[in-house]
């Protein structure tokens, strides 16, 4: 889906403006995540982030909370089991 803003320019000067539409998107992502509205897989598969290590380190860089319950416990486990 594309979307079309109306940015103040003196929020847009802050920005580098060949890289603004990431950042929205990141931007976005990440309140998505906080908000428990999508998952850490989702947030790996819309930024093209090619592992948990990465989305982690995504999230840990712009200090968001990273999820992790017991299901994702019990994941992690039976993964180290079959490895």
């Not at 998505?32 to 982030?49: D, M, P």
């Not at 990465?54 to 039976?78: G, I, P, Q, W």
């Amino acid at each position: 889906m594309q979307i079309t803003l109306n940015l103040p320019d003196e929020l847009v000067q802050h920005f580098n403006r060949d890289k603004l539409s990431r950042d929205i998107l990141e931007a976005l992502v990440i309140q998505a995540y906080q908000s428990e509205k999508i998952t850490h897989a989702e947030v790996g598969r819309i930024l093209g982030l090619s592992s948990r290590w990465a989305v982690d380190a995504f999230l840990s860089k712009h200090n968001a909370d990273l999820h992790y319950d017991e299901t994702d416990l019990s994941r992690d486990r039976e993964t180290l089991r079959e490895g």
